[in-house]
């Protein structure tokens, strides 16, 4: 899906709850979506299973109204969205922008923080929003799993790179001139009533205009072997 131009996104999908959706091996590159996601659209309307893996690449896309550069999933309660596999180092997010919104790459809406992103391994690189979330936007909570953030840019408000309104669970993976205007200059975790947990991860050169270079969480922070 290359050079899509339009107010809709180059790839839209409703009523998928209660699916398990797979996309394995896709390229969006250089799609605008107006006011939706460059690159695809994905309403749940209620739980389902949704999965992005392979060698998959986002690239260039943006959108001038919606929440999410490239993808926006609005995934019921009870959610998953899993970015990559286990062992799997090949999907990337490059150069995704949302001009007027959160989640420069990805943003997941909807229903409270009852459901679950997780990323496995992988790239998030140069990706901006005008909010929160230069890179992943969610309001549930994230788990990143060895993924590497780099140079990523939230112009307005908090999260250079990842922005979650529940838990933030961190294992592995780089944090590297990730930038928020507000609070969080890689990671802001929402969530007051939650454990957040950092391990063997590295954070160099984030910044913040608010609290929190690398990381701000409003709940309690647990860290071990990280830098």
């Keep these: 899906f290359d050079d899509s131009v339009g107010t809709a996104s180059a790839l839209t999908a ?24 460059g690159a695809a659209n994905l309403s749940a309307g209620g739980s389902a299973n949704i999965t992005i893996n392979g060698y998959s690449n986002f690239q260039g896309n943006r959108s001038t109204q919606a929440l999410g550069g490239a993808i926006r999933i609005g995934a019921g309660a009870g959610s998953t969205v899993t970015i990559g596999s286990p062992g799997d ?32 391994g992988g790239t998030f690189a140069d990706d901006s929003a005008a909010w929160a979330g230069g890179a992943i936007y969610t309001v549930g909570s994230a788990t990143l799993n060895n993924t590497d953030f780099t140079n990523n840019t939230a112009s307005g408000d908090v999260a250079g790179a990842v922005y979650a309104g ?38 160099t050169n984030n910044s913040a205009g608010g ?17």
């Design 211 to 227: 609290h929190g270079g690398a990381v701000r969480a409003l709940g309690l922070l647990a860290g071990t072997g990280s830098t």
């Design 14 to 37: 409703e009523s998928l709850a209660g699916l398990t959706v797979v996309l394995t091996n896709v390229s969006f590159i250089n799609n605008f979506g107006g006011d939706a996601p």
């Design 89 to 120: 180092d090949s999907v990337s997010f490059l150069s995704n922008t949302s001009l007027a919104q959160s989640g420069g790459a990805i943003a997941v809406t909807c229903c409270g923080t009852n459901h679950q992103l997780t990323t496995h």
């Design 166 to 203: 529940g838990s933030v669970v961190v294992n592995g993976g780089t944090f590297h001139s990730n930038r928020a205007r507000g609070a969080g200059g890689a990671v802001s975790a929402g969530g007051d009533v939650v454990t957040n947990q950092i391990t063997n991860a590295t954070f």
